[in-house]
């Protein structure tokens, strides 16, 4: 009885959580709203440029789950990578809120040393991750190095106006928003020269690279 009592304390306080960051992530997207920024109709827009999507799925940079949702919902299957253990366990709480948890394989991962073999994944997706990395020409090694031949990987990151919408909102918290000098002009330089082929798209606030492994 006292091990049912407790497992019903669990899951009371479980459905808590995801209650209240579900509550949190309607006011982070009713605040970015408020800078004319729609969380989810940019990230469907990435979604839509990136298609087809097939095979076997890898998001690079979980942080809160908001793509990570936007994949689930659409019903595919996939790994999510992140440093951040804090970050993916907000993106757990989100897709539980909507039962879709189980649709993901959460994974903390450097993604400058990823733990896939060669040629993992046909599609791979990074959205607004490139800004906060270190190391972008070394992450852009892994993701070349894992990525099928038959493969495409799609970036994502804010556009000028994006960036200063963001820097508004984290002014706007006293806060400020760090990100690298290298952009994703820099990156489809970088992966043209590896003999990749290029597609890019823009928004208002978002820019899309989508990169196709060269045929050998």
């Known amino acids: 009885m006292r091990d049912e009592d407790g497992e019903g304390l669990e899951r009371l306080v479980l459905e808590r959580k995801v209650l209240e960051n579900h509550k949190q992530y309607v006011e982070r997207v009713k605040l970015y709203q408020s800078y004319g920024f729609d969380i989810d109709k940019e990230r469907k827009f990435v979604f839509e440029k ?3 999507v097939f095979g076997d799925i890898l998001e690079v940079g979980t942080g809160k789950g908001h793509f990570t949702l936007v994949l689930a919902k659409e019903g595919y299957r996939f790994t999510s990578v992140d440093i951040s253990r804090e970050e993916q366990k907000i993106a757990e709480l989100n897709l539980k809120y909507f039962e879709l948890e189980n649709f993901v394989d959460f994974r903390i991962e450097d993604a400058e040393h990823l733990s896939f073999k060669d040629n993992s994944f046909d599609i791979i997706f990074s959205v607004n991750t490139v800004h906060h990395l270190k ?25 000028k106006e994006g960036f200063k919408m963001l ?30 082929k290029t597609e890019q798209y823009s928004s208002r606030f978002q820019e899309i690279l989508i990169a196709y492994k060269p045929v050998l």
């Open 50 to 52: 990136a298609e087809p």
């Open 167 to 196: 820097d508004k909102i984290h002014s706007s918290e006293g806060r400020i928003h760090e990100r690298s000098r290298v952009n994703l002009q820099d990156i489809d330089a970088y992966l043209r020269q590896k003999g990749f």
């Open 135 to 159: 190391n972008q020409f070394k992450v852009m090694d892994e993701l070349i190095r894992i990525v099928t031949f038959e493969g495409k990987i799609i970036l994502s990151d804010f556009s």
